[in-house]
């Protein structure tokens, strides 16, 4: 009975010293901006945006006025990052238009964007941006969508 106690005693400590053990990136802040200075976004699009896994959007998602603004950034943050590579895939009615391979180091805290340039009227229509890992497991993390009028 006691060796029980020691053996799950010495697992748990194992796992609580272990910065990597069990340890997935996880996504807790997300948005569409007009710019990112200094790491941080600038001016959101509204309403603001939201992960989920789903091929159509389930509430109200950003709009980007392609009249008024020429380019649109996603920002994230993510906790318990592990050196790695996320892709950011934007997509056009369900067409992949433009993606990019984001290297992330290990880190408590991560931030990572991407952008893509807004062209008037070419643009216009429903996008999404898929963020998935890249390597052996290419597990989707993200799917947010939004907007261009």
Known sequence: ??????????????????????????????MFARDVVLREPVRPFKPGAYCEREAEPAGPIPVVDSQVENRVFFWSLFTRA??????????????????????????????SWSGKDVVPYKDAGKWKLVVSTVGEKNKVICVAHFLVK
Request: glycine share 8%; net charge negative.
């Open 1 to 30: 009975m006691f060796w029980h106690f020691t053996v799950s005693l010495t697992i748990l400590i194992t796992l609580a010293i272990s910065p990597k053990a069990f340890a997935e990136p996880r996504m807790v802040e997300l």
């Open 82 to 111: 592990s050196e790695g590579v996320l892709r950011h895939s934007w997509y056009k009615e369900g067409v992949e238009i433009y993606g990019e391979n984001i290297e992330i180091g290990e880190s408590g805290w991560w931030r």
